[in-house]
C-alpha cells in the first residue's frame, strides 16, 4: 500500500485525482495540501509518513513542493508547469545528491504523449511546423508545458500560438506543411479525468526511477 500525499487537492486536477487515488486498492490518499487547507506539502508529508508526493499546484509553488520532497526524500510526480529548464537542472541535481526520483511530465493525458510522438515521427517529412495551444483563461503560464517539450522534440524553434479562454481545459494541434499539404495533429482534454490513468501509472511507478528529475510520462510507458 503506497501513501500518497496530493498538493494542490482542492484544485482542478487535485479534484479529479482525490476520489481516483480512494478508490484504487494498492493506493491510500495519506494527505492533502493546498493553501484553501492550510496545509503545505511539507506538512502534509510529514503527518502522512507519506511514500509518494503528487503536486498539481500553480508555477510560484512549483519549486517549493520540489524542495519539501527532496527534503523528506519522497519520491515525487510533479504536473505542475512553469519551472524554467534551469530551475528543473538545479532541482534535478539536488533532488539525485538526495537520492529522490522526481517525475515531471508536463502533461499526464496517454493521448497528448501520442500526440507528441506521432509529430515528432512526422516532422522530418514535412517542410515547416507551427503549434497552436487552448488552455482555460486560469491557467497561468504560456506556452504550456506540452507546446514546449512538443516543441522541443520537433527541434525547438517552432513558433507556438497560446490561447487563453473560458470555456477551454487543455487543447493542442501541431500542424505540418508541405507543398500542396498540411498534416493537423490534434489532442483535446475535455476533463481533467483524462489526466488520472497517466498520473496513478506515475504515483506507482516513480519509485523505481533513477534519482534525480525524469522528464516525460513516455519514461514510464
Known amino acids: 500500500m503506497l501513501r500518497v500525499v496530493i498538493s494542490g487537492a ?7 485525482l482525490v476520489p481516483a487515488i480512494e478508490s484504487e486498492p494498492d493506493l491510500e490518499l495519506a494527505g492533502r495540501a493546498a493553501p ?13 509518513n507519506a511514500d509518494v508526493a503528487v503536486d498539481f499546484t500553480v508555477p510560484a509553488a512549483a519549486r517549493d513542493a520540489c524542495e519539501a520532497a527532496i527534503a523528506a526524500r519522497v519520491p515525487l510526480v510533479i504536473g505542475t508547469t512553469g519551472l524554467t529548464p534551469e530551475a528543473r537542472q538545479e532541482v534535478g541535481a539536488r533532488a539525485r545528491d538526495a537520492g529522490v526520483p522526481i517525475l515531471f511530465a508536463p502533461n499526464f493525458a496517454i493521448g497528448a504523449v501520442l500526440m507528441m510522438r506521432f509529430a515528432e515521427q512526422a516532422r522530418p517529412h514535412m517542410d515547416a511546423v507551427e503549434i497552436v495551444e487552448l488552455h482555460a483563461d486560469t491557467k497561468r503560464d504560456a506556452p504550456s508545458g506540452t507546446a514546449l517539450a512538443t516543441a522541443a522534440r520537433l527541434g525547438g524553434d517552432v513558433p507556438i500560438h ?12 501541431v500542424i505540418l506543411g ?5 498534416l493537423s495533429l490534434r489532442h483535446d482534454t475535455t476533463s481533467r479525468e483524462a489526466f488520472v490513468p497517466g498520473v496513478l501509472l506515475a504515483i506507482r511507478r516513480v519509485g523505481d526511477l533513477e534519482p ?6 513516455e519514461a514510464i510507458l
Open 178 to 182: 508541405a507543398r500542396g499539404q498540411t
Open 162 to 173: 497560446s490561447v487563453r479562454l473560458p470555456g477551454l481545459v487543455a487543447h493542442q494541434e
Open 10 to 16: 482542492t484544485g482542478a486536477v487535485g479534484r479529479a
Open 212 to 217: 534525480g528529475m525524469t522528464a516525460g510520462l
Open 36 to 48: 484553501s487547507l492550510g496545509v503545505t506539502l511539507a506538512g502534509a508529508i510529514a503527518d502522512a
